[in-house]
């Protein structure tokens, strides 16, 4: 009987995180294993393994699961870090290498990182540049396999935070997609899921490399993701 790819995530509890916990309901050729900081109610159906721990912790998690790959989806907003730049940058770079540095150091060989579109080291704006650091740094690790997602505006069932600004772009982006061509393309909105799809579809991914996605990527990606499959006995 075939073995299923062993996949850690950590970031579950977040809008693209459980996106992919849903994605991998009824799938049995991935062995998904739930990493957060936080309790979460599971999909019915949903076969996988959650784990609540203090992200000191974490590293022991990924110890035990042994995963081939790990999915990276940990996040916060400027909402919830108190518009403080220390705590924003604590959870959306230290944690993410942290966590990241721990999974090299127990083996783990393919590393995939959800970011955000404009994320560049060099950037003027706080965040894309928090973000682009973050990517930076991710890529000095040394992973066999690194992939950076950079989607758009996501669309999905959030924690309630969201900003003003960003319903309304939700709300108006079937509008504003179309109008997006070009170099544009990847500011356009994007729904958690596909994302989700993707992540799951590139961490299934054998060959070397650094690799950055775009929303026409993403998208790309995500019809590559095989529909679920049993394994045979």
């Not at 294993?33 to 959650?50: D, K, T, Y």
């Not at 110890?63 to 705590?87: F, H, M, N, Y």
């Not at 924003?88 to 770079?93: C, T």
């Amino acid at each position: 009987m075939s073995e299923p790819m062993r996949v850690a995530l950590v970031g579950a509890t977040g809008l693209v995180g459980r996106s992919i916990v849903n994605e991998c309901v009824g799938r049995e050729d991935l062995r998904l294993g739930a990493i957060a900081r936080r309790e979460m109610a599971l999909p019915r159906g949903a076969r996988m393994e959650m784990f609540v721990a203090d992200p000191a912790r974490w590293g022991e998690v990924v110890e035990s699961l042994k995963p081939q790959a790990v999915i990276c989806a940990i996040g916060t907003t400027w909402a919830k870090a108190g518009r403080d730049e220390g705590a924003f940058r604590s959870v959306d770079h230290d944690l993410v290498l942290d966590f990241a540095g721990a999974c090299r150091k127990l083996g783990v060989r393919r590393f995939v990182a959800v970011s955000s579109v404009g994320a560049d080291a060099h950037s003027k704006g706080f965040y894309l540049r928090v973000k682009g650091e973050t990517e930076r740094d991710l890529a000095k690790l040394g992973f066999e396999r690194l992939d950076i997602l950079r989607p758009g505006l996501l669309r999905g069932r959030r924690d309630g935070d969201r900003r003003f600004a960003e319903r309304a772009g939700i709300v108006l982006s079937p509008l504003i997609n179309p109008f997006l061509g070009g170099r544009l393309r990847r500011y356009r909105a994007i729904d958690s899921q596909t994302v989700a799809r993707a992540a799951l579809y590139l961490a299934m991914r054998p060959v070397r490399g650094r690799f950055v996605h775009e929303n026409a990527e993403i998208l790309r990606a995500a019809r590559h993701l095989p529909e679920p499959v049993a394994i045979p006995n």
